[in-house]
């Protein structure tokens, strides 16, 4: 009737705990060295829970817990400027069972964000473990270089970047970024290969306004180790993206990426994103927002050849019922396998805390580009999610 698989020995565990170490250690002497006594330090958090059934998943039954504390200290210098750090940890633990035949659990701690920043009115110095996003695009994003975020997570959690940034903001709204990174080994979205550990990445982005909206250029360069392919060399890959956003009766977008390797790997040696996109609010009852967004992918071995295109079209309609309640609902359809991938999603906040009710309907064969998965991803198939999300 599905494609559950059943385990021979009953009650069989597995398990799998695992703890970023260095991490950790970074952690720890980087809280040692904060001023504890100061009157400029806060502590917060984000604890959340959940339960996951999916019918076609191995495990139909998944629980979990994630706590993210928080240490925030600030202090204003003279002329308006402002140094301030922030440390948070990722602590996370699950375990998914079929019913008297298997159990399998898994969890981590690691640092979520670690940094330290310089700024004044107009630019900014941070350094450290932090999270780097831009683009104009909602859910379907050529420019999601450095994060891994799934439009359809409510706590919208993504790991972070060892890093340097840099950003200047001038009286126009125009705006200039750079960065240095180093030490991230993990694969981040749309790369392929790993990323050398020896030779730091590096780029920049200018963002200036235009008539109705704003338009921005991004570069980015990193070398490449790609063993598996028989390459013993580093290789490099040099990325350019470009976006633009209007607001006028509609907003308006489009957002595109070339990724180009310096040396031929075969199909993997270029690859071409482009997403278009749009939203309006329609004056129904509280208003219902509505995002459409189409992403065109294509890689191949000479740039622009088209030979591989893979389309995406993606759908996203929130409706605030009250003060309380929100439902939205996120389609995506992969043209190319003809699936559709759906989501609904109802928020209720109560006085402390928060719960979600998120029914799903995937294709088993899981296709989507940029999910955010630690270990099982649960929403292929099938099911249901339920949260709650407490913050203090």
């Known amino acids: ?17 695992r703890g970023d170490l260095g991490g950790l250690v970074f952690l720890l002497l980087f809280f040692c060295t904060l001023p504890l006594s100061s009157k400029n330090l806060s502590f917060n958090g984000q604890l959340s829970g959940w339960g996951n059934y999916n019918y076609d998943n191995e495990l139909p039954l998944w629980f979990g817990g994630r706590y993210i504390p928080e240490l925030q200290w600030k202090d204003s210098l003279k002329n308006n400027k402002l140094f301030d750090l922030e440390a ?3 602590i996370y633990g699950s375990f998914g069972f079929n019913p008297f035949d298997t159990i399998h659990a898994e969890g981590n701690i690691k640092p979520y964000r670690v940094w330290v920043r310089y700024s004044s009115n107009q630019y900014e110095i941070r ?5 780097i996003d831009f683009g104009s695009a909602n859910m379907l994003r050529p420019l999601m270089w450095f994060d891994r975020i799934d439009p359809r997570d409510p706590l919208q959690l993504t790991d972070g970047v060892w890093g340097l940034l840099g950003r200047y903001y001038w009286m126009n709204n125009a705006n200039a970024w750079l960065w240095v990174l180093y030490g991230n080994k993990d694969p981040k979205t749309w790369e392929t290969g790993e990323t050398s550990q020896k030779i730091p990445e590096f780029g920049g982005r200018y963002q200036h306004p235009i008539p109705k909206g704003e338009a921005a250029l991004s570069y980015h360069f990193r070398e490449v ?33 070339w990724f180009h390797k310096n040396k031929n790997v075969g199909e993997y040696t270029n690859q071409e994103m482009l997403t278009i996109g749009a939203d309006y609010t329609f004056g129904i009852g509280n208003g219902l927002n509505v995002i459409l967004e189409n992403l065109l992918f294509s890689y191949d071995e000479k740039p622009f050849a088209s030979s591989n295109i893979y389309s995406f079209t993606a759908l996203s309609l929130s409706y605030p019922i009250g003060m309380s309640d929100n439902i939205s609902a996120i389609v995506y359809y992969d043209w190319k396998n003809k699936n559709f991938y759906n989501t609904l999603n109802w928020k209720h906040d109560f006085k402390y805390f928060s719960t979600y009710v998120m029914p799903f309907w995937n294709p088993v064969n899981y296709a989507m580009p940029q999910v955010n998965t630690e270990g099982q991803n649960l929403f292929a198939g099938k099911g249901i999610q339920i949260m709650l999300v407490y913050n203090h």
């Open 127 to 131: 350094l450290g473990l932090q999270k």
């Open 1 to 17: 009737m599905n494609n559950i698989r059943r385990e021979n020995n009953l009650n069989t565990v597995k398990s799998s705990l």
């Open 225 to 257: 180790d790609m063993p598996s392919m028989g390459f013993s060399d580093h290789i490099a890959e040099n990325r350019i993206g470009l976006d633009a956003k209007w607001d006028i009766t509609i907003g308006l977008w489009f957002e595109a990426a």
């Open 88 to 90: 948070s940890a990722n």
